[in-house]
C-alpha cells in the first residue's frame, strides 16, 4: 500500500498503530490482573492484539515507501530504524494477550466440566494456578509499558522528522496562503 487518496498510506495506517497497540497493551495488563474483566476483555484483546501484529508491517512496509520520497535525513533515518522495532514489542503483546485470553477459556472449560471432571483433567497454562497468574501479570505490564514506550519513541522522532524547522513561533499573518 503506497497511498490512500493522495496522501502516502503510512501517515494514515501509522494512526491506527498509535492508538490501537496501546490500547491492546492496556487491555492486556487490564486483563492479566483484574478477573472480572479477563472475561469481557480476553478475547476482543486477543484478536486486536493479533491485528495489531498484522498491521505493524504493513505500516512499516509503507514508511519504508515514504522513505524512499523525501529527503534522507537523520531525522528521518532515526525514525525509520526506530519504526523497524514496533513489530518486537507488539508480538509480545499479542502473544500473551492469547495466554490470558486461552487461560480463561480453560478456566470456563473447567468449570463447566464440574468437581468430579476437574482433578483429572490436565489444563494448558493452569487457569487456578496462582504462581501462572503472577508470572503473566508480570509479565504484561513489561510488555505493555515496553510497547507504549516504543510507540512514543517511534512517534516522538516521526514528529521531529516530519516537523522540525517546518513552522513558525509567531503566527502566519491573516490571509496567508489563502
Known amino acids: 500500500m503506497t497511498t490512500v487518496n493522495g496522501l502516502p498510506a503510512h501517515v494514515l495506517l501509522v494512526h491506527a498503530i498509535v492508538v490501537l497497540l496501546p490500547l491492546s497493551a492496556l487491555l492486556l495488563v487490564l486483563s492479566a490482573l483484574w478477573p472480572a474483566a479477563r472475561g469481557k476483555l480476553a ?56 495466554a490470558v485470553w486461552w487461560r480463561r477459556r480453560e478456566s470456563l472449560r473447567a468449570q463447566a466440566a464440574g468437581p468430579a471432571e476437574a482433578p483429572g483433567r490436565r489444563t494448558f497454562l493452569g487457569p487456578a494456578s496462582t504462581a501462572v497468574t503472577v508470572v503473566l501479570s508480570v509479565l504484561s505490564i513489561a510488555a505493555a509499558g515496553a510497547a507504549v514506550y516504543d510507540v512514543y519513541r517511534i512517534g516522538d522522532s516521526g514528529a521531529q522528522a516530519s516537523w522540525q524547522n517546518q513552522f513558525s513561533s509567531s503566527p502566519a499573518p491573516r490571509g496567508a496562503g489563502r
Do not use: F, Y
Open 43 to 98: 478475547g476482543p484483546n486477543a484478536i486486536l492484539s493479533v491485528l495489531v501484529v498484522v498491521l505493524v508491517p504493513i505500516t512499516t512496509e509503507a514508511g519504508e515507501w515514504l522513505e524512499r520520497r523525501v529527503a534522507p535525513t537523520p531525522l528521518v533515518r532515526t525514525h525509520t530504524e526506530l519504526g523497524d522495532t514496533a513489530l518486537w514489542v507488539a508480538i509480545p503483546v499479542a502473544v500473551l494477550a492469547l
